[in-house]
């Protein structure tokens, strides 16, 4: 019952996702690429006083990596820097390790199935590892290789 409310929620996100728009007055953007599968991504931050005031993202990928763009743009709104990079870590170790799963990641649990099947982890951290990028080396293109 719980494996079909995740599945649930990543078929919601990949087939209507939330801020999925180009942001004409970003502050910070970057740009995702997972040569394996071929989704790409474009991130959008507005930034203000370190705070995400706003982000979203566009691009063509699987139902994951949509889905996973799209949860972690309703994830970041109002943080700030330094707690966009700790979620940023701490998701990656939701799909990297076998560490139980934690309550303060909210919808993004939804992912923890990832991790059993290596070749997805690289689609779930598109997006993440584009905000890092954005965060740190703004207007630079990541992939995932």
């Known amino acids: 019952m719980v494996d079909d409310l995740y599945q649930d929620i990543i078929l919601d996100h990949s087939k209507r996702p939330r801020n999925c728009h180009p942001m004409p007055d970003a502050t910070r953007t970057a740009k995702g690429y997972n040569p394996l599968c071929g ?9 203000e006083n370190g705070i995400v005031q706003d982000v979203s993202f566009v691009g063509s990928g699987c139902a994951i990596s949509t889905a996973s763009a799209s949860l972690m743009t309703e994830s970041l709104k109002g943080k700030t820097r330094e707690e966009a990079i700790k979620l940023l870590d701490k998701f990656h170790e939701l799909l990297t390790t076998d560490s139980p799963v934690g309550k ?17 982890v690289k689609c779930a951290t598109l997006a993440w590892h584009t905000l890092k990028s954005a965060l740190t080396d703004p207007g630079e293109t990541t992939t995932t290789e």
């Open 104 to 120: 303060d990641l909210g919808k993004l649990v939804v992912f923890c199935g990832v991790r059993d099947y290596p070749a997805r």
């Open 39 to 47: 989704d790409k991504l474009e991130l959008y931050l507005k930034m």
